[in-house]
């Protein structure tokens, strides 16, 4: 039952959807539900996966695939989109770590982070649009599950950028036990299974898919250490939006290359 609450609270959280109230809340579970980021990845990459196919039954494919995209921003309220932009801000100019960290507070966009704001979403928008509606469904459900737990690896092995006081405010942003990060990954573990059982032609995007996250994972850990000394909860979206667009840009390549 703990466990069914913890994911509650991640859902609480990281989307709009509103919650039973027997759930309950106390300040640690939000930490605790760290370990499931990635089921909620799972959920709203079905969300998006179904508004993709529906759509495009009806509609011509790009335009599906902004109906999509649009619905999950809508659920999640652009939650990581604005941590990648607050973070392209902070992290786009040569300023100094305490600079960068006070610009990626301020709630206002700037050059850097509407720049890089358009070119993520451009670029989502033209990988799932390259691949067909099955397999561009397949890639959300995947990224949405696989970018989350990139992200859930983030706090494991880097520390808090802030001040400690700031730190307490945002448990999220604290590490989460191994345990933890293995649950999380097992959920994207799960879905990547799936996929490459289901549908034999999927499995070689859904390795390289895998490998780009983690890829991506490992260049965000680089970049947030070496110019914040660790994370916070805008790098973090930023992360799960990265290794997103590159799981979904491999499943394009994947696509094009078989196609030629």
């Given amino acids: 039952m703990h466990e069914v609450r913890l994911a509650f609270v991640a859902l609480q959280f990281f989307t709009r959807t509103p919650i039973p109230r027997w759930v309950g809340f106390e300040p640690d579970w939000l930490?605790?539900?760290?370990?499931?980021f990635a089921l909620i990845g799972i959920f709203v990459g079905i969300v998006g996966a179904l508004v993709l196919w529906l759509a495009s039954r009806v509609l011509p494919?790009?335009?599906?695939?902004?109906?999509?995209?649009a619905s999950t921003m809508l659920l999640t309220g652009g939650f990581h989109e604005d941590g990648w932009a607050d973070t392209c801000d902070g992290l786009g100019g040569a300023v100094s770590r305490e600079r960068a960290l006070e610009i990626m507070k301020d709630s206002r966009i700037g050059a850097y982070g509407a720049m890089g704001l358009l070119?993520?979403?451009?670029?989502?928008?033209?990988a799932l649009a390259s691949l067909p509606a099955a397999w561009?469904?397949?890639?959300?459900?995947?990224?949405?599950?696989?970018?989350?737990?990139?992200?859930?690896?983030?706090?494991?092995?880097?520390?808090?950028a802030?001040?400690?006081?700031?730190?307490?405010?945002?448990p999220l942003a604290q590490r989460i036990s191994l345990a933890g990060l293995l649950v999380s990954c097992a959920w994207a573990g799960l879905i990547a299974l799936v996929l490459a059982l289901s549908h034999?032609?999927?499995r070689v995007p859904v390795a390289a898919g895998l490998l780009m996250s983690l890829l991506?994972?490992?260049w965000c850990a680089r970049w947030f250490r070496k110019r914040l000394g660790g994370v916070t909860g805008d790098t973090?979206?930023?992360?799960?939006?990265?290794?997103?667009?590159?799981?979904?840009?491999?499943?394009?390549?994947?696509?094009?290359?078989?196609?030629?």
């Fill in 31 to 36: 930490h605790q539900s760290a370990r499931h």
């Fill in 61 to 69: 494919l790009p335009v599906a695939v902004l109906l999509s995209m």
């Fill in 119 to 126: 070119m993520m979403l451009a670029l989502k928008a033209s």
């Fill in 136 to 160: 561009g469904c397949a890639a959300l459900l995947l990224g949405h599950t696989a970018s989350r737990a990139a992200s859930t690896a983030l706090i494991r092995f880097l520390p808090y």
């Fill in 162 to 170: 802030g001040d400690i006081e700031h730190a307490k405010a945002k």
């Fill in 200 to 202: 034999a032609p999927w």
């Fill in 216 to 218: 991506g994972a490992w």
């Fill in 236 to 260: 973090l979206g930023a992360a799960q939006q990265l290794t997103e667009v590159l799981l979904l840009l491999s499943w394009a390549a994947v696509w094009q290359a078989a196609t030629q």
